[in-house]
């Protein structure tokens, strides 16, 4: 449930800009949401972050959107402050689909709208195939029924790799070093902001990534080298308004594959945000714009 007790406040103190919200899994561990206010006659905006990610990657789409729409913004089990897993087999798409079923549930979610991140994407389409129902809308951010080969392998060689610097400025230009080919035109402002949402700081005092390590092991099990074929999910959102959204440089989401997505649903339109890779972060003007017209879309059909 959400501590509506503890509001996180806008910068000066005006209306609560989130609630702290939690819910309990299937295996007994403590998740954690973002509750966002908005309109109630609108469908909840759900937002599912990528692998290594949590909710705090929704912050400048909630700024924008909160107040208008509700938006739910959830950190996976073993991310942000959602409670570590104890078996690190149980992070895989199936559990994770057991998690927010769960907290669909508890929330009372007669209808949503889905926005994914990357394995939050995939999630968004095993969901459709749960929850056809209930689903208004999505947005599919980088992330399509098919991956390319080439950003698996990217990911898998960094992904549980535990890292830690002294401070956010380190942890700034570490990310710039590593990642400039993915966001080129980024300013340690940008980069700065990026490092808040994938980095905590510990105990300790230093900053470290914000996830438990062990979500590669699954990764490392044998057959699981290559993307499933979600086709079939993809096509359980049907007939609703969907936004495939690509990043230019993307190294997961193929131009080809980004074309065939929006040429295989009616309700389904592509929208490539340029000079960007995996993944778009949601605040560039194109993806601004392409998510104000989804809205707009499914405003039309609720």
């Given at each position: 449930m959400?501590?509506?007790?503890?509001?996180?406040m806008e910068h000066g103190g005006q209306a609560p800009a989130y609630v702290d919200g939690y819910w309990w899994s299937k295996d007994g561990l403590r998740l954690h949401y973002r509750d966002?206010?908005?309109?109630?006659?609108?469908?909840?905006?759900?937002?599912?972050?990528?692998?290594?990610?949590?909710?705090?990657?929704f912050e400048g789409l909630a700024a924008r959107l909160a107040g208008e729409w509700r938006i739910i913004a959830v950190d996976l089990r073993g991310r942000g402050e959602s409670a570590y897993a104890r078996d690190?087999?149980?992070?895989?798409?199936?559990?994770?689909?057991?998690?927010?079923?769960?907290?669909?549930?508890?929330?009372?979610?007669?209808?949503?709208?889905?926005?994914?991140?990357?394995?939050g994407g995939i999630l968004t389409m095993l969901l459709a195939t749960a929850e056809r129902g209930r689903i208004a809308g999505a947005l599919l951010n980088d992330v399509g029924p098919e991956l390319e080969a080439a950003g698996l392998s990217r990911i898998r060689g960094y992904v549980g790799r535990a890292v830690w610097h002294p401070t956010w400025m380190h942890a700034a230009r570490a990310l710039a070093d590593a990642n400039r080919d993915i966001y080129p035109r980024y300013d340690i402002p940008q980069w700065l902001t990026m490092a808040k949402?994938?980095?905590?700081?510990?105990?300790?005092?230093?900053?470290?990534?914000?996830?438990?390590?062990?979500?590669?092991?699954?990764?490392?099990?044998?057959?699981?080298?290559?993307?499933?074929d979600m086709w079939g999910a993809y096509d359980a959102l049907g007939d609703v308004p969907?936004?495939?959204?690509?990043?230019?440089?993307s190294d997961i989401l193929g131009a080809d594959a980004q074309r065939r997505m929006a040429e295989r649903l009616p309700g389904a339109v592509a929208v490539t945000v340029p000079d960007v890779g995996h993944t778009p972060t949601l605040d560039e003007p194109e993806a601004v714009a392409a998510i104000d017209a989804l809205l707009t879309r499914i405003n039309g059909t609720v």
């Open positions: 959400a501590d509506r007790n503890n509001p996180v966002y206010p908005g309109r109630s006659d609108r469908p909840v905006i759900l937002c599912i972050p990528g692998l290594t990610r949590n909710a705090r990657d690190p087999m149980t992070y895989v798409p199936l559990t994770y689909l057991q998690d927010l079923d769960a907290l669909i549930g508890e929330l009372g979610l007669d209808r949503m709208i889905l926005f994914g991140t990357s394995l949402r994938l980095f905590r700081l510990n105990s300790q005092g230093r900053i470290v990534l914000d996830y438990d390590m062990k979500i590669a092991e699954p990764f490392r099990v044998p057959g699981n080298e290559a993307g499933p969907v936004l495939v959204l690509r990043g230019a440089l």
